[in-house]
């Protein structure tokens, strides 16, 4: 089993900045492709970005690109979600989640682990 701790979330007025991280603990091996997914009130879960093993590719919805950078530190087991210009439309719970598959994936059924989740409020 793989447990995902997030970190980071609060309030912010539009056009800040925050950063999430997660701690990846237990059998951080079955963690290989990590990223994040956010979820607003009455919506699906939708994928925000994701970062292979190395973290050498990533991977960005096309909402947040060009705003939010995700990088990973495996020494540490964590994974980090830089938030930069943030819009109200990016309120929403940001969870973590890990695949066992080197492969990232934006479809939240191909998930093997989630987090907790962190709420994220961007404030107009």
């Known amino acids: 089993q793989v447990q995902l701790v997030e970190s980071g979330g609060g309030l912010v007025q539009a056009g800040g900045s925050l950063r999430l991280s997660c701690a990846a603990s237990?059998?951080?091996?079955?963690?290989?492709?990590m990223g994040w997914f956010r979820q607003a009130p009455g919506k699906e879960r939708e994928f925000v970005a994701a970062v292979t093993w190395s973290g050498g590719t990533t991977y960005y919805a096309d909402s947040v690109k060009g705003r939010f950078t995700i990088s990973r530190d495996n020494a540490k087991n964590t994974v980090f979600l830089q938030m930069n210009s943030l819009k109200p439309e990016d309120t929403a719970v940001y969870y973590c989640?890990?695949?066992?598959?080197?492969?990232?994936?934006?479809?939240?059924?191909?998930?093997?682990?989630w987090g907790q989740g962190t709420q994220v409020t961007v404030s107009s």
């Open positions: 989640a890990a695949r066992g598959s080197g492969i990232p994936s934006s479809n939240p059924h191909e998930i093997d682990y």
């Open positions: 237990g059998r951080t091996f079955d963690a290989r492709a």
